[in-house]
C-alpha cells in the first residue's frame, strides 16, 4: 500500500479530500444533528432481523461515516476529536471495513429517515460514503461489474443492442399470436411519438413476459407510443453506487432519446429505483432540466382503465394479493396510491401489508443489494422481518411495482419457504384484460381480408 | 444577596450569553457555506402536497407523536421526550426569572410548576443516563459527549429545582451552583450535541421540502 506523506494511504487521502466536494449543506445538516437518542433504531429491518448486534442501528453505521466528517470538516471533531467521537480512515484496510457498512449493511431504504426526529437521512450521506469509496475502486465485486456494464454498454445487464431489437421482434410475435393480429407492433424508435417506454434490462433478460404484457395494455388502449432502441434503460446504478456522474449520464441518455423521437411523454416500467432515477434523481444528476412529461407505468396504465380506453375484468386474477411498497417509490416518490387504485381494480381479494406504503419494510433487496453476493448470507438473515411481513398476511401473491423488489422477495420468499409468488401490476392487469371482443374483431377483419385475398 | 451570586446571576450569566450567540453565529455561518443541493426534479405524488407544505409538516411532526412510527410505538418514550424539553424551557426560564422578574417567584403556582417540570425532567434525566448505560444500543451510539451533556443537564435539573422557590435565607449555595452551572452550560453547549436545536429547523425543513416536492409528507398509511 502507498502512503501519502502524512503516513495515510493514497486511497484514504483521496476519500477524505472528496468528502469535502461532495457534501451539501443538507448532508451536513444530517451530519451535524444526530442527537444518538437511538428512534430510529427499531426502523431498520437490519436491526429487527439480528436482534442483540447495536452494529446494525442506523446512528452506529452512521457514525462510521459521520467520524471522517467530524475528524475533517466539523470544527468540534478537530477541537475535541474523542469528546464527540471524530475519527479518520488511514489505511486501504480502514476503507475496507467502511465499505462493508454502507454497502453491506445498509439498503439506503430510507425507513430511519422518517422515523428521525431530527430529520437526519442517513441513506442520503451513505450513498456520498459509497461514491467516495467506488471512486477509489473499494466496492463490491458485483457493483464495480453492474456499473462497467452500464457505463460501458448503456444499460446495466450488458444487453447487446441486437439482443433487445430481437427480444422486442419476438414479444411482437407473441402479441401477434395473442391477439391474432397480424398488424399489432411493438414500435422500436417512432418519432413523435404521445409515449417513449422505457424499461429495466431484467425485462428483457429475464422477464419478456413484461414487454409482451405492457404491449398488450398499449395495444388494447391504442396507444402511440414507441420503445426506443438506444436508452431504453430506465434503471440506473448511479443510485446504488454513489456515482452522480454515472447516474446523470445514464439518465441523460434516456432524456436525449426522447428528445432526440420528439416524444411526449416519457413512461417508466414498474421498477423502484428506476423510477426514483429517471423521474427524480436523474435531472439533479444530469444537471439537466426536463423539457417532457414522465410517469410510472403504473398511473398510465390506471389512467387506462378510468379513461375506459381498456377493460378488465378482476375475476381473471383469483386468489389473494398483497402489495410491497418499494422503498423508493414509497419513500423517496409517492407513489403509493395509485398502485393500490389499480390493484384493487384487478384482484378482487387484496390485504393491506402492515406496515405499508412509506413506512413499509424493504424487500431487503434494496441499495444494489441484489448484486453483492458476498453479503448474501447476512442479506437474508436480515430479511427475517421482512418474511415475518408478508406471511402475515396470509396471501398467497405479493404485487410489487418494483424488479428489483421482485428479485428481492423471490429470494426471501425461497429462503424462508413462504410459499408465495410475486408479481408485478403489469402482468396482473394484462391479466385481467377483457380481450374476447378485440380478438373476434380482428378474427373478422382477418378473414375478410383473407377472402378479399382469395377473391382476386 | 452576596456579590457573588449577584455577579452569578447577572454578569456571569450575561457574559456566559453572549458567548453562545456568539459561537452559534459562528456555527450557522460555517453551517450556511455548505452548497445547498439544488432540487430539478419535477414533482411526484398525487398532487395533493408540495414543498411549503411538506416542511411544515416535517417541523410540525415533533408535535405529532402519531406521524412518526417511532413515537407512535413508544408513547412512554414520547412524554418523556416532551417534558424532558419542557425541562429544559423551565430551568432556562428560571434563570431569567430570578435574575430579572423575582417578583413572578412569589406566585406559588409558578414555582410549583417550574419544579414539577425540572423535577421530572431530573428523574427522566437519571432514566435516560441509565439506559444509556445499560442498554447495548444506546451505549453503542454514545460518545462522551452524550453522557456528559445528559449528566449536566439532569444536574442543572436538579440545581432547577432546588433554586425554583428563589429563598437564600439557608444560604446562597443551591442558587451559586444552579447559576454557575447555568454559565457552564450556555458556554459548553454550542459545542455539544445539545446545540442540536439550532440545526432542527433547517434539517427538518430541507427533509420537509423534499418530502413534500416527492409527495411523500404528509405521509400516508393505513394503521393495522
Ligand atoms: S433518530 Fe435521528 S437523531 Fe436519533 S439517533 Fe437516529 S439518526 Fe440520530
Ligand atoms: S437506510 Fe434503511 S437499511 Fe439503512 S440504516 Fe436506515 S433503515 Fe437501515
Known amino acids: 500500500m502507498s502512503t501519502t506523506t502524512n503516513g495515510r494511504s493514497y486511497k484514504a487521502q483521496k476519500v477524505i479530500d472528496r468528502m469535502g466536494q461532495k457534501l451539501t449543506r443538507q448532508m451536513v445538516g444530517s451530519l ?7 428512534q430510529c433504531t427499531d426502523s431498520c429491518h437490519y436491526v429487527l432481523s439480528n436482534p442483540g448486534d447495536p452494529t446494525f442501528a442506523p446512528a452506529y453505521k452512521a457514525d462510521r461515516i459521520r467520524k471522517l466528517f467530524k475528524k475533517h470538516y466539523d470544527w468540534t471533531g478537530k477541537v475535541f476529536p474523542k469528546w464527540v467521537k471524530a475519527g479518520t ?7 475496507e471495513e467502511l465499505k462493508d457498512i454502507v454497502f453491506g449493511k445498509c439498503t439506503n431504504c430510507r425507513r430511519c429517515t422518517i422515523n428521525c426526529p431530527m430529520g437526519v437521512d442517513l441513506a442520503t450521506f451513505n450513498r456520498m460514503a459509497r461514491g467516495l469509496l467506488c471512486h477509489v475502486g473499494i466496492m463490491p465485486e458485483g457493483v464495480e461489474y453492474v456499473a462497467k456494464e452500464q457505463w460501458e454498454i448503456g444499460n446495466q445487464m450488458g444487453v447487446l443492442k441486437e439482443d433487445y431489437i430481437e427480444t422486442i421482434e419476438w414479444q411482437e410475435e407473441e402479441l401477434q399470436d395473442e391477439m391474432e393480429d397480424p398488424n399489432a407492433r411493438i414500435p422500436v424508435d417512432k418519432v413523435n411519438s404521445e409515449i417513449v417506454y422505457v424499461i429495466n434490462p431484467r425485462e428483457i433478460k429475464h422477464d ?11 395495444y388494447m388502449a391504442g396507444a402511440d407510443y414507441t420503445m426506443p432502441s438506444e436508452g431504453w434503460d430506465m434503471t440506473n446504478f448511479g443510485l446504488f453506487n454513489g456515482d452522480d456522474e454515472l447516474g446523470g449520464a445514464v439518465a441523460g441518455r434516456v432524456y436525449d432519446k426522447v428528445e432526440e423521437l420528439n416524444g411526449k411523454k416519457l413512461v417508466i416500467s414498474e421498477c423502484g429505483h428506476g423510477y426514483r432515477s429517471t423521474r427524480c434523481e436523474g435531472p439533479n444528476w444530469a444537471k439537466k432540466d426536463i423539457a417532457f412529461d414522465s410517469e410510472s407505468s403504473v398511473i398510465t396504465m390506471l389512467k387506462y382503465i378510468k379513461e375506459g380506453k381498456i377493460k378488465v375484468d378482476k375475476t381473471k386474477n383469483p386468489g389473494s394479493y398483497t402489495f410491497h411498497d418499494s422503498c423508493n417509490n414509497a419513500r423517496s416518490c409517492g407513489l403509493t396510491e395509485e398502485p393500490r387504485e389499480l390493484l384493487s381494480l384487478v384482484v378482487d381479494d387484496f390485504r393491506e401489508m402492515y406496515p405499508n406504503r412509506a413506512e413499509n419494510y424493504c424487500c431487503t433487496g434494496g441499495g444494489g443489494a441484489m448484486s453483492m453476493a458476498e453479503y448474501r448470507p447476512s442479506r437474508l438473515k436480515s430479511a427475517k422481518v421482512k418474511a415475518d411481513q408478508l406471511s402475515a398476511t396470509g396471501t398467497k401473491t405479493v404485487v410489487t411495482s418494483c424488479h428489483n423488489c421482485v428479485d428481492g422477495l423471490t429470494d426471501l420468499i425461497g429462503h424462508y419457504k413462504l410459499g408465495m409468488d410475486v408479481t408485478q401490476l403489469v402482468n396482473l392487469v394484462a391479466n385481467a384484460l377483457v380481450v374476447d371482443e378485440k380478438i373476434e374483431e380482428n378474427r373478422k377483419i382477418h378473414s375478410a381480408e383473407t377472402s378479399a385475398t382469395a377473391a382476386q | 444577596m452576596s456579590n457573588l451570586l449577584h455577579f452569578s446571576s447577572h454578569t456571569l450569566q450575561e457574559i456566559a450569553l453572549v458567548f453562545m450567540a ?24 398525487m398532487g395533493d402536497t408540495n414543498p411549503k407544505k411538506g416542511a411544515r409538516y416535517s417541523v410540525g411532526k415533533i408535535a405529532m407523536p402519531w406521524a412518526m412510527e417511532s413515537s407512535r410505538n413508544k408513547p412512554l418514550m414520547y412524554a418523556q421526550f416532551v417534558i424532558f424539553h419542557l425541562g429544559v424551557v423551565a430551568a432556562i426560564g428560571l434563570s431569567f426569572i430570578i435574575p430579572y422578574g423575582p417578583g413572578l417567584l412569589k406566585s406559588a403556582g409558578l414555582v410549583s410548576l417550574i419544579q414539577l417540570l425540572t423535577g421530572a425532567a431530573c428523574i427522566i434525566g437519571v432514566f435516560r443516563i441509565i439506559r444509556r448505560i445499560t442498554n447495548p444500543y444506546m451505549r453503542a451510539i454514545s460518545s462522551p459527549d452524550d453522557h456528559f451533556s445528559l449528566v449536566l443537564l439532569t444536574g442543572w435539573f436538579a440545581f432547577a429545582f432546588m433554586a425554583a422557590p428563589n429563598n437564600i435565607s439557608s444560604g446562597e449555595g443551591v442558587m451559586l451552583a444552579y447559576f454557575m452551572l447555568t454559565a457552564f452550560f450556555l458556554v459548553y453547549v454550542p459545542f455539544s450535541k445539545i446545540s442540536h436545536y439550532l440545526y432542527y429547523p433547517f434539517t427538518r425543513t430541507y427533509l420537509g421540502r423534499h418530502f413534500g416536492r416527492r409527495g411523500v409528507y404528509p405521509l400516508k398509511r393505513t394503521p393495522a
Not at chain 2, 459561537?23 to 460555517?30: E, P
Open chain 1, 32 to 38: 451535524a444533528a444526530c442527537v444518538h437518542c437511538g
Open chain 1, 89 to 95: 480512515v488511514q489505511t486501504d484496510e480502514d476503507l
Open chain 1, 208 to 218: 419478456p413476459r413484461s414487454v409482451l404484457d405492457a404491449a398488450k395494455i398499449f
Open chain 2, 22 to 45: 456568539t459561537v452559534y453565529f459562528m456555527r450557522v455561518r460555517w453551517f450556511l457555506k455548505w452548497p445547498l443541493a439544488k432540487e430539478r426534479q419535477p414533482a411526484t405524488g
